[in-house]
């Protein structure tokens, strides 16, 4: 059935270390979107994709780097310049249509920690 | 700056009664909202949305109202049933700008 995959579910992270969370999606959707999550906190924008090969900055992309080399796949690095990537990673897709509906559909998240 | 605001926190009601959670924004270009459950270590599933042409939305038990003189809008929850204890995001975006931007969340606890 059609979803949105993110692997892994937890993710420890050394002090300096480079972490790379996957997203795969089978739903044929043209855009993607990597959020974080704070404890109390809404969902905060860190990368999007409207297509293959092309991607923007959110509101909250230093330290964070992505690659859209394919249209199911858009995997995040959380590079050594982030200095608190303790969250809750969400990616989600979505097709907005010609009347901009953009309903985004997540997928169950990477819960990353700070060793 | 939070152009979109939940004010509440929280939110406690007894099952079978009505659970109507508010969302507030600040961006008069916003012209589609959306409004997210999500329960704890689980991604956001979608509920029910509103194009700013509307002023009413309805799907089952819930309905999305939406005031835009007042840049407001709320979801009622009728009869809330504990399953839906979860929080609830409000989110918002403007023309065909593929961002969406979130509120805090509310945490709606329904009791038996």
């Known amino acids: 059935d059609g979803g949105i995959t993110q692997s892994p579910k937890y993710l420890f992270r050394k002090e300096g270390q480079n972490v790379t969370l996957s997203c795969e999606q089978n739903?044929?959707?043209?855009?993607m979107y990597w959020y974080r999550q704070d404890p109390g906190q809404g969902l905060r924008l860190i990368y999007y994709?409207?297509?293959?090969?092309?991607?923007q900055k959110g509101d909250i992309a230093e330290g964070y780097s992505v690659s859209r080399e394919k249209k199911e796949s858009f995997p995040l690095t959380v590079t050594s310049a982030q200095k608190n990537p303790t969250a809750f990673y969400l990616c989600?897709?979505?097709?907005?249509?010609?009347?901009?509906?953009?309903?985004?559909?997540f997928g169950a998240g990477t819960r990353l920690s700070v060793l | 700056d939070q152009q979109v605001k939940q004010n509440s926190p929280s939110l406690s009601v007894q099952e079978g009664r009505i659970s109507i959670l508010n969302c507030d924004y600040t961006?008069?270009?916003?012209?589609?909202f959306l409004w997210y459950k999500k329960y704890p270590a689980e991604g956001p599933t979608f509920l029910i949305s509103?194009?700013?042409?509307?002023d009413k939305n309805e799907d089952g038990r819930f309905t999305v109202f939406l005031n835009k003189s007042a840049k407001h809008l709320s979801l009622h929850i009728v009869p809330s049933q504990p399953g839906d204890s979860a929080v609830y995001f409000c989110?918002?975006?403007?023309?065909?700008?593929?961002?969406?931007?979130f509120g805090k969340g509310t945490l709606l606890t329904v009791n038996p």
């Open positions: 989600a897709s979505s097709n907005p249509d010609e009347l901009a509906k953009n309903i985004q559909y």
């Open positions: 739903l044929n959707h043209d855009a």
């Open positions: 994709s409207q297509i293959v090969n092309d991607f």
């Open positions: 961006n008069s270009m916003f012209d589609y």
């Open positions: 509103i194009s700013s042409i509307k």
């Open positions: 989110a918002a975006s403007k023309g065909s700008n593929y961002k969406l931007t």
